[in-house]
């Protein structure tokens, strides 16, 4: 299997809890940004995505805010859940090829 | 509908020896993506190819590794004379189109070679 992820930022909280996750991007030119959701030895899963003519969307239990000024992406999960466990991947597409961020470690306790 | 399928989900392969890591894409996609993963680590762009079309092989090393995707059959990453620096996760994705509103890459999950 993968290695535990001890060096992946981590964000700890209580199921019910709201999270935030966030990350920066580098590519002015994006036009499309994508979360992802990866659980241990699984391929990334689609969460929600926005286009750079958006500031904000909303899913089911999450919502992705998008800040171009300071090229800032979050994802909020709402009434976080111990299935939500995971490693949470940020990704843009400056040329139909997806550039992702190095992650952050989602865990959530019961 | 099935999704994303790739084989073998574990590869070990010796220092030399020839690894090759396929990838099925969802019924009536036509665009396929590789992904590299090391630990701790987000995915890495390989290559993105069109049916027998490599369209982008910009994160690919030049030497030793090759990508195709033919008209028919699953697209085929391979990795000649591999050594330790190659064990990874190997990610296939696979899209409707390359532009525009089905854009959305669906992931496979995942090869994962040990060379030894």
């Known amino acids: 299997g993968e290695s535990v992820g001890l060096h992946l930022p981590t964000l700890s909280v209580q199921e019910g809890d709201n999270s935030i996750i966030n990350c920066a991007y580098s590519?002015?030119?994006?036009?499309?940004f994508i979360w992802y959701k990866q659980e241990s030895g699984k391929g990334p899963q689609f969460i929600i995505d926005i286009r750079s003519n958006m500031d904000k969307r909303q899913g089911q239990r999450v919502t992705v805010l998008l800040n171009k000024t300071v090229k800032h992406l979050s994802l909020q999960i709402a009434a976080t859940q111990p299935g939500d466990s995971a490693v949470y991947f940020c990704?843009?597409?400056?040329?139909?090829?997806?550039?992702f961020g190095t992650g952050t470690r989602l865990l959530v306790s019961p | 509908n099935a999704g994303v399928m790739q084989n073998p989900r574990h590869l070990v392969r010796r220092r030399g020896q020839e690894a090759r890591l396929r990838c099925s894409p969802m019924k009536g996609h036509s665009h396929v993506y590789w992904y590299r993963q090391l630990p701790e680590e987000g995915l890495k762009f390989m290559v993105y190819?069109?049916?027998?079309?490599?369209?982008?092989e910009s994160g690919m090393p030049k030497e030793r590794f090759s990508a195709e995707f033919p008209k028919e059959g699953p697209s085929i990453l391979r990795i000649q004379q591999v050594v330790r620096g190659d064990s990874a996760a190997y990610f296939c994705?696979?899209?409707?189109?390359?532009?525009?509103?089905?854009?959305?890459?669906?992931f496979g999950p995942g090869t994962r070679l040990t060379v030894t």
């Open positions: 990704a843009e597409n400056p040329l139909q090829k997806l550039v």
């Open positions: 994705a696979s899209s409707f189109s390359g532009t525009g509103l089905s854009y959305e890459q669906y």
């Open positions: 590519n002015s030119a994006s036009d499309y």
């Open positions: 190819l069109q049916k027998e079309n490599i369209i982008d």
